[in-house]
């Protein structure tokens, strides 16, 4: 890691004038995107001001004490201000996915659930809180994705409170109520509309009003709320008030916890109220492998990401890839990571605890990645005998239009001052787009049911919020939307080719999808055949020529594609803490 110097209401109707608030909002954003001065201008506890929250480039932050990063400048000005007051990681991280989850509108909700990873300093102990969507106990059946998804059945039981809290409370300093602030502030007050927002709204617009909950939030006048327009969830605030006051029992026991019940079963789900009652987050030791000098750190099944992650590191140990170059540059490379990413697969977990330990131990060691290694060796030397008359580019396919809209999931990582390290990941298991539509208090509910997991069980699913220590240091914490891909991406590219790059160099090398469920998670139907793979046009074309040659189907996407990533870490010379925030979406990094 090379150091660098660097700048450390919505109304329940549209505004009076859409076209005059597009035209203001559009001038804002274009002058707090170039103008220097506006952007280093001093902000509000909890800023209202239009800041740029569009994709794009991000420059590299760094601080002395802390870095917080998050899916939206908001959440990270919050993880911010309760390092301001004192807090450590976790009431920044927490703070954070409270706030993502509530402006990050139509795309995630604090009703869905999560897992987090967490290195303690001091005592120099890791640990992960699994606090994913539960399954209904009576909720036998099959489920059938074409009728099911927008029915009560798709709803699991939510962990995100519960986890949230059970973390809190045990591992950091804040009061619950002082941590939920800011929440509760851009719910009441509202925030304004950013561009990707708003497409999101109008694409989907269709099951936002599906249901008068949702129409009554998103559209009470049969509009959605333009760009610009300040956009507020009264409902969503008086349920994170009571939530403030209460403790999670509001959500899980009593009148609250009625109304979601009645509400689910009144759209063919089975949900009970001791379903939710009984809802308790699991901590649980983490999945450990090293990588050359590095120790590589995740959360155990019934979460599957790390796993994944680290069995995809043990493989590509055995390969000489600095040798070889990096992937954007190198067909050999590139072919390693794709043939790599296809062999982690989720779907060979079964949701059963007892089996899945041993599995899991038998997949991350060292043993088993040197048998995938000579597999994976002999397909590609197969491949460079029989080539291919097909040297020639497909044109872009819609898969990553696709990941965009359901990008349902939002990382946050955080570093403090005493060097405690956390990622933590929140889902609601399909966007808001493709859940049944129902919102109870404000809160749309999770679509985790179309995840493989049984009755009365954790779902499977294969987030990866990753802790990498190096030489027995923190280094860094990244995790993602979109499954294991992106923090696979990170990873990799740290650990082997980040020989002088920084963590936003890192950020913007380009990316690849697959037709694999190593993307999507165990049981998720994908489409394409196993030898097609979608790149950021950055690659090569001698790179991607070569694939075609050696019989891959290549279809170009955009130059930045797939985003949703964050990443924090700490020169371990310096002590410098540093972030980058994926510029393919709309968040930021920043430092105490």
Same mark, same amino acid.
């Given at each position: 890691?090379?150091?660098?110097?660097?700048?450390?209401?919505?109304?329940?109707?549209?505004?009076?004038?859409?076209?005059?608030?597009?035209?203001?909002?559009?001038?804002?954003?274009?002058?707090?995107?170039?103008?220097?001065?506006?952007?280093?201008?001093?902000?509000?506890?909890?800023? +209202?001001?239009?800041?740029?929250?569009?994709?794009?480039?991000?420059?590299?932050?760094?601080?002395?004490?802390?870095?917080?990063?998050?899916?939206?400048?908001?959440?990270?000005?919050?993880?911010?201000?309760?390092?301001?007051?004192?807090?450590?990681?976790?009431?920044?991280?927490?703070?954070?996915?409270?706030?993502?989850?509530?402006?990050?509108? /139509?795309?995630? @909700?604090?009703?869905?659930?999560?897992?987090?990873?967490?290195?303690?300093?001091?005592?120099?102990?890791?640990?992960?809180?699994?606090?994913?969507?539960?399954?209904?106990?009576?909720?036998?059946?099959?489920?059938?994705?074409?009728?099911?998804?927008?029915?009560?059945?798709?709803?699991?039981? %939510?962990?995100?409170?519960? /986890?949230?809290?059970?973390?809190?409370?045990?591992?950091?300093?804040?009061?619950?109520?002082?941590?939920?602030?800011?929440?509760?502030?851009?719910?009441?007050?509202?925030?304004?509309?950013?561009?990707?927002? =708003?497409?999101? +709204?109008?694409?989907?617009?269709?099951?936002?009003?599906?249901?008068?909950?949702?129409?009554?939030?998103?559209?009470?006048?049969?509009?959605?709320?333009?760009?610009?327009?300040?956009?507020?969830?009264?409902?969503?605030?008086?349920?994170?008030?009571?939530?403030?006051?209460?403790?999670?029992?509001?959500?899980?026991?009593?009148?609250?916890?009625?109304?979601?019940?009645?509400?689910?079963?009144?759209?063919?789900?089975?949900?009970?109220?001791?379903?939710?009652?009984?809802?308790?987050?699991?901590?649980?030791?983490?999945?450990?492998?090293?990588?050359?000098?590095?120790?590589?750190?995740?959360?155990?099944?019934?979460?599957?990401?790390?796993?994944?992650?680290?069995?995809?590191?043990?493989?590509?140990?055995?390969?000489?890839?600095?040798?070889?170059?990096?992937? @954007?540059?190198?067909?050999?490379?590139?072919?390693?990571?794709?043939?790599?990413?296809?062999?982690?697969?989720?779907?060979?977990?079964?949701?059963? %605890?007892?089996?899945?330990?041993?599995?899991?131990?038998?997949?991350?060691?060292?043993? =088993?990645?040197?048998?995938?290694?000579?597999?994976?060796?002999?397909?590609?030397?197969?491949?460079?005998?029989?080539?291919?008359?097909?040297?020639?580019?497909?044109?872009?396919?819609?898969?990553?239009?696709?990941?965009?809209?359901?990008?349902?999931?939002?990382?946050? @990582?955080?570093?403090?001052?005493?060097?405690?390290?956390?990622?933590?990941?929140?889902?609601?298991?399909? @966007?808001?787009?493709?859940?049944?539509?129902?919102?109870?208090?404000?809160?749309?509910?999770?679509?985790?049911?179309?995840?493989?997991?049984?009755?009365?069980?954790?779902?499977?699913?294969?987030?990866? %919020?990753?802790?990498?220590?190096?030489?027995?240091?923190?280094?860094?914490?990244?995790?993602?939307?979109?499954?294991?891909?992106?923090?696979?991406?990170?990873?990799?590219?740290?650990?082997?080719?980040?020989?002088?790059?920084?963590?936003?160099?890192?950020?913007?090398?380009?990316?690849?999808?697959?037709?694999?469920?190593?993307?999507? /998670?165990?049981?998720?139907?994908?489409?394409?055949?196993?030898?097609?793979?979608?790149?950021?046009?950055?690659?090569?074309?001698?790179?991607?020529?070569?694939?075609?040659?050696?019989?891959?189907?290549?279809?170009? /996407?955009?130059?930045?594609?797939?985003?949703?990533?964050?990443?924090?870490?700490?020169?371990?010379?310096?002590?410098?803490? =540093?972030?980058?925030?994926?510029?393919?979406?709309?968040?930021?990094?920043?430092?105490?």
């Amino acid at each position: 890691m090379v150091p660098n110097k660097l700048r450390v209401s919505r109304k329940s109707k549209p505004m009076k004038n859409p076209l005059r608030s597009r035209c203001i909002w559009g001038l804002l954003l274009a002058v707090g995107s170039f103008s220097p001065c506006i952007r280093s201008a001093p902000q509000a506890k909890y800023p +209202m001001e239009p800041v740029f929250v569009e994709a794009g480039l991000r420059e590299l932050a760094s601080s002395r004490q802390s870095m917080v990063s998050s899916a939206h400048p908001f959440a990270t000005n919050a993880g911010v201000e309760m390092l301001r007051r004192g807090g450590n990681a976790i009431d920044a991280a927490i703070a954070a996915v409270l706030v993502t989850a509530v402006v990050d509108t /139509g795309m995630t @909700s604090l009703a869905g659930g999560g897992v987090l990873t967490f290195y303690d300093a001091k005592s120099k102990r890791a640990t992960a809180v699994n606090f994913e969507a539960q399954g209904v106990r009576d909720d036998v059946r099959p489920y059938n994705r074409r009728t099911d998804t927008t029915t009560g059945r798709s709803i699991r039981v %939510p962990g995100t409170f519960a /986890g949230l809290h059970f973390v809190l409370r045990k591992y950091g300093s804040l009061p619950w109520k002082d941590v939920l602030e800011p929440a509760i502030f851009y719910a009441e007050n509202g925030f304004p509309i950013h561009g990707r927002a =708003y497409m999101s +709204m109008r694409t989907n617009a269709r099951t936002l009003s599906l249901r008068p909950s949702g129409r009554r939030i998103f559209a009470p006048d049969g509009f959605l709320p333009p760009i610009g327009a300040i956009f507020k969830q009264p409902e969503l605030a008086e349920t994170l008030k009571k939530i403030a006051e209460q403790g999670p029992d509001y959500f899980y026991k009593g009148s609250f916890a009625e109304e979601m019940v009645k509400a689910i079963r009144d759209i063919g789900g089975e949900m009970t109220l001791e379903d939710l009652a009984s809802y308790r987050a699991i901590e649980l030791e983490p999945v450990r492998s090293t990588y050359k000098n590095y120790e590589i750190i995740g959360a155990p099944p019934p979460n599957i990401g790390a796993v994944g992650v680290i069995e995809g590191m043990n493989i590509l140990e055995n390969v000489d890839l600095e040798g070889m170059g990096h992937y @954007s540059k190198s067909a050999d490379a590139l072919q390693w990571f794709i043939e790599t990413m296809r062999v982690v697969d989720a779907h060979k977990f079964s949701g059963v %605890p007892e089996l899945d330990r041993a599995l899991t131990q038998a997949l991350i060691s060292k043993e =088993y990645a040197r048998s995938e290694y000579e597999i994976i060796r002999q397909k590609i030397e197969r491949s460079k005998r029989e080539t291919s008359n097909r040297a020639q580019l497909d044109p872009p396919e819609a898969a990553w239009d696709e990941y965009e809209k359901h990008n349902n999931t939002n990382n946050v @990582s955080v570093i403090d001052k005493d060097g405690n390290i956390c990622s933590v990941t929140n889902t609601i298991y399909g @966007s808001v787009y493709a859940t049944s539509g129902l919102f109870v208090g404000g809160l749309v509910l999770n679509s985790g049911r179309g995840h493989p997991g049984l009755p009365g069980r954790r779902m499977l699913n294969p987030k990866a %919020p990753m802790i990498v220590l190096k030489d027995g240091k923190p280094y860094f914490a990244a995790g993602s939307s979109g499954g294991i891909t992106n923090p696979f991406f990170l990873i990799a590219n740290a650990l082997v080719w980040g020989k002088g790059k920084t963590f936003k160099e890192i950020q913007e090398a380009p990316r690849f999808r697959i037709a694999t469920s190593f993307y999507t /998670g165990a049981g998720m139907e994908v489409a394409g055949n196993e030898n097609e793979v979608s790149v950021e046009d950055r690659i090569d074309e001698s790179v991607i020529k070569e694939l075609s040659r050696r019989g891959y189907r290549v279809d170009l /996407g955009p130059a930045y594609s797939g985003g949703g990533a964050q990443m924090v870490g700490m020169d371990p010379d310096s002590g410098i803490r =540093y972030g980058a925030s994926d510029p393919r979406s709309v968040g930021q990094a920043a430092g105490q």
